[in-house]
């Protein structure tokens, strides 16, 4: 594979690979406090490693040393598994089936570290390192931090499109993988979300589709298991040197969904006391939910929030950062595939991608101002979806939000909607700079329009007016984009 015109193979082994990406500039957009003309601009010198869509991003700030003592880093998004072939979701024929169906044809067991970090000389680099293979490829899967560690959960496999039952978990202080049990064959699911409790003790399963997808419906099932419990019993059997260590975990039965949702994520709140989903199927290939329901995890109960987003979307990437739930883009469906299938649309419209970003601020929850509180901060001008979403705290307290991945869209040639790894970031129209002589009085830095800017898409944004403050950045797959809103 190529890094940036440079030739590297990778290995099987806990190889590590840094690659370096700069940036000679800050680049960011004021909304709310300063309006302003919003633009896409394809970064040249910066691809991501490898396509990839359907994976997962996880933040986890965890330090420790290597074998010679010396301190390292576990402070990384860790991006895990996915759909990393170049035609993305491939169609496949439908004879004798119902509806058209799309597959990826090749699925990832590789596990990336992203880490941005600020130099001295006031440019950022972003580290990519490739860490240790996972035990397994998977795809459409959940993955959580719990206990210092990464926890993998659900997805499939390809060919056979079978739910993985194997519960796989990393330690970054020793780059190390376990399988440390398996789920009980009936809360098996993919395409589902995962959340922890306060003392991260407990690894919350929620939602998602079982082996047959929409079949009937998609699942409003909720588990849970002591992550503790189950990680001791590993310890336990392997120092003992049991071979071929089996366990299916104990799980406790949790409060259903109000509504089954496939297609979705769930994020925690900051104190571990509640959790969030939003949107997602029901039923697919129907049009998506625009609701969004809250998990009180010590009440055991889920309430619909009395504020929904203001688009329908499934698949779409959620991140708690600063107090506010985004909702990334995502997915729908032509009208006619749920409503009138013997009318099935052309291949190239029957997925559309939702071309914005949602916010929501959670700190209005239970107050008189709750209501109607979903605000669209910003366009993503190109079709794009299927990517995960990670937040990272910076050094200046704040937290930057990246997004990986996506596939594009529909190549009438492959029939498919192939991955990107291209870079691509959402400015003012007017270049920022990282030169502090050149702040503005809105508190960013900022310089004259330069004729190496590429502008590939616009959004005036005059309706943002909230006194909230916070900074989001968004790397998608291919996308990235720095947001302020003052």
Known sequence: MQ????????????????????????????LGKADGQLSWVVLD???????????????????????????????????????????????????????????????????????????DNGESNLVITELATMPRPRYRHAAVR??????????????DDTIIAEIDVYDPATDVWSTVGTIPEEYLASDNGAFTNAEQSEIYVVGGYNQNYYEPEALATTFSFNIRETFGKFLMENNNMMENFEQTIQVTKRANLNQQRGDMHAVASYDGTTAYVAGGYASYPCQPLTTVEVYDIEKDVWEYVPSDLLSARGDQAMVHANNQIYAIGGEVNHPDQCAAPELLPILSVQSQAVNDVEMFDTTLLGTSELADT????????DFRFRFSAASYP????????????????????????????????????????????????????E??????????GSKNDSS??????????????????TVIVM
Not at 447 to 456: A, L, R
Not at 473 to 478: E, K, S
Request: glycine share 8%; with cysteine; net charge negative.
């Open 3 to 30: 890094f940036f015109g440079s030739s590297f193979s990778s290995t099987s082994s806990a190889f590590l690979l840094p690659l370096l990406v700069s940036f000679s500039s800050t680049i960011a957009v004021v």
């Open 45 to 119: 010198d910066a691809v991501l490693p490898t396509p990839l869509s359907d994976n997962t991003a996880t933040y986890i700030d965890n330090k420790s040393e290597d074998a010679g003592g010396n301190s390292r880093t576990g402070d990384m998004i860790y991006i895990a598994g996915g759909c990393n072939s170049p035609q993305g979701n491939t169609h496949r024929d439908s004879t004798g089936l119902e509806l058209d169906f799309f597959l990826c044809e090749s699925i990832s067991d590789a596990l990336y570290g992203f880490q941005p970090a600020n130099e």
């Open 146 to 159: 719990a206990d210092g560690k990464l926890w993998l959960i659900g997805g499939r496999t390809i060919p």
């Open 374 to 381: 979903w605000t669209d901060i910003v366009d993503i001008p």
């Open 394 to 445: 910076m050094d200046d307290a704040t937290e930057q939000v990246y997004v990986f991945g996506g596939q594009t869209t529909f190549d009438d040639d492959c029939k498919c909607y192939p991955t990107t790894n291209e870079i691509t970031t959402i400015v003012r129209t007017s270049t920022l700079t990282n030169n502090k002589n050149d702040m503005n009085n809105d508190g960013m830095y």
């Open 447 to 456: 310089k004259e329009e330069s004729n190496d800017t590429v502008t590939t």
């Open 464 to 481: 943002s007016s909230s006194n909230r403050s916070s900074f989001i950045t968004i790397i998608a797959g291919a996308i990235m984009m």
